[in-house]
């Protein structure tokens, strides 16, 4: 089987946002739709507070509660993992955006472009009319992992294969695998660090690993 | 009341019921513009973000789904319950209870993202989602309402009376609890995510929806001249007093049960305390308002006729309700969802923070549209059937409750 996850080491990211910039150029969100951000936390008490940049979006969840509640099928979960979204099946009741723990979901009401009337090439390509009125979120650049995978490539491995938030990512914080190949370096990762998930309590299963050293 | 009750269509044509339905009419066709508009240019002319998803037309469209279930209990108490007194009311009860949901999901379907897609919904059915268990309820309350309607309209379909009862009073009861359960099931948010809130919607249902039928049955009344006595409306102001009160009894218990949820403290003090707009709704309109004043009409002072305090209690508990609805769809999304426990999270794209949200007047009309329709087809099925009681004994004008 395979299981496709994603692993953000938070002792390596600063918050650059460069994944969010290059999920933005790939995905071409219309401004105010952010798949892929990154939280400003901080953790500790006083005197030992310390400022920790967090990615997140789409966690990709075993159980995800937008499946759960989505009315009209339009909601899928692949065999790897992958949580879709069939835009024309979705009706834009917005119930998975309230359901989503993650805040991860987003629907576009029109059609808007980063700089005016007129859009750039990446979104005269990408923003078109099915994401309209409808649901949209991080697809962990699903159409990149099956182009990928069909050119014989390793999503995680070969960069074509692989999220552009991780490819872009400067520090290596971020990275993307099958997380049922102990072979992978998500796999080998999460065996080696300590790492937690997100809303785990509510056992929602996320495919979203955040590696984090207490006493770092 | 006379043992045998004799109904009357309502004379259409007349100058009164053309003012009323070009009125109705006028707020349907400004609703449907407003309708084109958000549609045409998309979500984006509304008050609703990707943080605030459902709006005031939800409001409105969980109002008259809510009170539509409860317009059925009148019915239900005359033929489950057996009370006489109210079986004269049943088809009244029936009636209205389908036009207030026929308005309430116009105004939900109308504020989908894709309304175009209503034959997705009704094709593809995810059995895990209540949303999808609730486009059932809605489309077999309707059916099962109209069947009930029709063993009470129908000498020869007399046995199937109290079969169609039983059916359409546990059918609204599920469907009540599913639309609790819309909110119920929301495990993610702090402000939801309580079993409560499934008996607390019926409760809810039971005070709406009687607060609507007494308005409709007073005004219906009073437009075609009608004679309604005293013991009717004094028994139903009284019957109105006891479902507020259960209301009021489950939304303490709900927000003690929060306030006793470790971690839920923040939402309850936002709702309670410092939440602003949501605040003031909550102690102002749905305690005050729909809840305190309404008890104090039902049961204190006997400054009017029961008529008058019926019809102003039950104005209370709309307006209330309303508000209550308000604080519970609008006041729960507000609030941010807390993605770190014990942290402070902030980001660019709203993250921990409290979310606005200001209706556009594109919401207010398509919310006040449902209200519309759902009147032009209670109006329409008493001008076209006999649904509506000759009299309802001699008024006296007494304000004292004659039994």
Sequence with gaps: MTRYAMVADLRRCVGCQTCTVACKETNATPPGVQWRRVLDMEAGEYPDVRRIFLPTGCQHCDEPPCLEVCPSTATQKRADGIVTIDYDLCIGCSYCAVACPYEARFKVDRTEYAYGARPMSNERHRLGDEKIGVATKCTFCVDRIDAGLAAGKVPGADPQATPVCVNSCISGALRFGDMDDPDSAVSRLAAENQWFRMHEDQGTGPGFYYLWDNGQ | ??????????????????????????????????????????????????????????????????????????????????????????????????????????????????????????????????????????????????????????????????????????????????????????????????????????????????????????????????????????????????????????????????????????????????????????????????????????????????????????VMVVLGGLAQVWVIVIGGQAWPLDLFPGMEASSTFADGHVHDYAPSAWEVMLGLGGIAIALVVTTLGITALRLLPAHLGEATGSCRSPD
Excluded at chain 2, 21 to 34: F, K, R, Y
Excluded at chain 2, 109 to 115: K, W
Excluded at chain 2, 156 to 173: E, I, M, T
């Design chain 2, 1 to 314: 009341m006379s043992a045998i009750t004799s109904y009357t269509q309502v004379r259409p044509y007349t100058r009164g019921w053309l003012a009323l339905m070009a009125g109705l009419g006028a707020v349907i066709a400004v609703a449907l513009g407003a309708v084109w508009h958000m549609e045409h240019q998309g979500h984006w002319v509304t008050g609703m973000t990707n943080q605030v998803v459902w709006g005031l037309p939800h409001v409105f469209a969980v109002f008259l789904i809510v009170a539509a279930s409860g317009a059925l209990n009148v019915a239900s108490m005359g033929s489950v319950f057996g009370r006489v007194g109210y079986q004269p009311l049943g088809r009244l009860s029936a009636l209205l209870a389908v036009a207030l949901l026929a308005g309430g999901l116009a105004v939900l379907v109308l504020d989908l993202g894709r309304p175009d897609r209503l034959s997705v919904a009704m094709t593809h059915f995810n059995f895990k989602s209540i949303f999808a268990w609730n486009v059932i309820l809605y489309s077999g309350f309707m059916a099962v309402v109209a069947a009930y309607l029709w063993t009470m309209m129908d000498w020869r379909a007399k046995r199937f009376y109290k079969p169609a009862a039983l059916a359409a009073f546990g059918w609204r009861l599920i469907l009540t609890t599913g639309t609790g359960c819309i909110f119920g099931f929301l495990a993610a948010r702090e402000a939801y995510g309580a079993a409560v809130m499934a008996p607390l919607f019926i409760a809810m249902s039971f005070a709406y929806g009687l607060a609507a039928f007494i308005l409709v049955l007073s005004l219906s009344f009073k437009m075609t001249r009608r004679s309604m006595g005293d013991a009717l409306p004094a028994r139903l102001v009284r019957l109105l007093g006891l479902f507020v009160a259960a209301n009021l009894y489950f939304t303490a218990l709900h927000h003690v049960t929060q306030l006793y949820f470790a971690g839920r403290s923040g939402v309850e003090a936002f709702i309670l305390w410092n939440g602003g707009i949501h605040t003031a709704l909550f102690w102002g309109g749905q305690v005050g308002l729909g809840g305190i004043l309404p008890l104090a009409v039902a049961y204190g002072g006997c400054g009017h006729a029961p008529r008058k305090r019926a019809m102003m209690a039950s």
